[in-house]
């Protein structure tokens, strides 16, 4: 474990800076191809949560408008999705905001996925271990899967994640993530244009 929490740290601020100093342009140019696409909208933020839970302030770039029904809520995310967010999404590019998060010490660069507050109280007490690590830009479900997986197998592979987190398999996520980034999947479950809500399972318990 001498790798958490000094070495794990050291490597986010190394990447994460590395990263930011490379791909500013790239940033700057997806911001300024969003400002026209999204009329005026670039990041979306939100709060979600961060290692054991605690709230932050959670960074992308947007991809969906904020079109609503006649009642005032927001329609689904399939009606809302632009072929321009089809693509920042499945590029990844969307996800470079985040380098931000991790400077910050909110995030790291390998983890598991921030999801929403909302879920918390679904998640069993195994479930819940995924947030004894700060949430990631990348993760072992990610690179296993991503959003073709359902939520159970999703958070099998954040728990085990968690138990054997490690420089070596920090280094096999990012490895296989520059994979995938040349061979995109899993953008989407099938049936939908993101992920289906998690609304608890038999091993949950609401509160």
Known sequence: MAYLPYGKRSLDLL?????????????????GVLWVGFNGQVLFRQQRPGLHGKPFGFYKFVTMTQ???LHGNLLPDAQRLTPLGKFI????????PQLINVLQGEMSIVGPRPLLMEYLPLY?????RRH????????????????????EEKFAYDIWYVEH??????LLVLWRTIKHLFKP????APGTATM???TGSSNSSST
């Open 89 to 96: 999404r499945k590029t990844s590019l969307d996800e470079l």
């Open 15 to 31: 990447l994460a800076g590395s990263a930011l100093l490379l791909l500013w342009p790239v940033m700057v140019l997806v911001a």
């Open 124 to 128: 069993s007490p195994e479930q819940a």
């Open 132 to 151: 004894d690590v700060k949430p990631g830009i990348t993760g072992w479900a990610q690179v296993n899967g991503r959003n073709l997986l359902d939520w």
């Open 67 to 69: 079109a609503r029904d």
């Open 165 to 170: 987190v490690s420089l070596r398999v920090d």
């Open 196 to 198: 289906e809500r998690f």
């Open 185 to 188: 999947e899993g953008i989407s």
